[in-house]
């Protein structure tokens, strides 16, 4: 098994850009997170899906969008790219229950300028 | 409010040296995990305590969770390079404590161990 992949690994934007970062698991769970963590502030929930088909936000969900349209894949999207969105996003995924022993992608780390 | 507070957040020592890593906070947790990062890779799970008391031993590495389920310590005996990384640790509530999200990270130990 792969684990949990994330696409691309490095991203520079530009201010008011959009993108989508990938991430796919082949664990077959059915939970699935969104992350970002900034230096000496830990790992911040933004996202999180129960399921295909149902999301809901996390801590700091402004600014970003996600979609659960299968098991396996849960995109993150940012709509308008500002600088206070540089930082490194992680997805993971859990199996037996909401939010407990995370599995972790390599991350992507993105920054806006 | 940060709810989880880990010290220090910086610890260099030597090889062959003992460290204690400490996660505290005012809540409870139903259980706590501990992870360690390195430079450029995702957090991995180390060990989960569930019980008040609970220790847990992981070669080197000693887990301990609170009696009361409020503070949780790692502590490395004779620490190699190798142990070098971020350690994070995270509390878990039950859902009938809570709503959203579940999982609360500390903002981490960066331990670096020098040959």
């Known amino acids: 098994n792969a684990g949990v992949t994330q696409t691309p690994k490095f991203r520079i934007l530009k201010i008011g850009q959009s993108m989508t970062l990938q991430c796919a698991q082949d664990?077959?769970?059915?939970?699935m997170y969104w992350y970002r963590q900034d230096p000496g502030m830990g790992l911040k929930l933004i996202y999180y899906s129960v399921g295909a088909g149902i999301t809901d936000k996390g801590e700091v969900p402004n600014g970003y969008n996600v979609s659960r349209s299968t098991t396996e894949d849960f995109p993150l999207r940012l709509e308008l790219a500002a600088p206070s969105q540089t930082s490194v996003y992680f997805c993971?995924?859990?199996?037996?229950?909401?939010?407990?022993?995370?599995?972790f992608g390599p991350g992507t780390r993105l920054t806006v300028l | 409010t940060q709810l989880l507070e880990q010290s220090p957040q910086f610890l260099s020592i030597q090889e062959g040296e003992n460290l204690t890593v400490y996660c505290n906070s005012s809540?409870?947790?139903?259980?706590l995990q501990w992870y360690r990062q390195e430079p450029g890779e995702g957090p991995v799970l180390l060990v989960t305590?569930?019980?008040?008391?609970e220790v847990k031993k992981l070669k080197r590495l000693t887990f301990q969770f609170g009696d009361a389920r409020k503070d949780s310590s790692l502590h490395i005996t004779a620490a190699q390079p190798g142990d070098t990384g971020l350690y994070l640790c995270a509390g878990f509530r039950s859902v009938e404590e809570t709503s959203g999200s579940r999982l609360t990270f500390g903002e981490g130990t960066q331990l670096t161990v020098n040959p």
């Open positions: 664990m077959n769970h059915n939970y």
């Open positions: 809540s409870v947790f139903s259980s």
């Open positions: 993971a995924s859990s199996y037996s229950v909401p939010f407990n022993e995370q599995f």
């Open positions: 305590v569930v019980t008040g008391g």
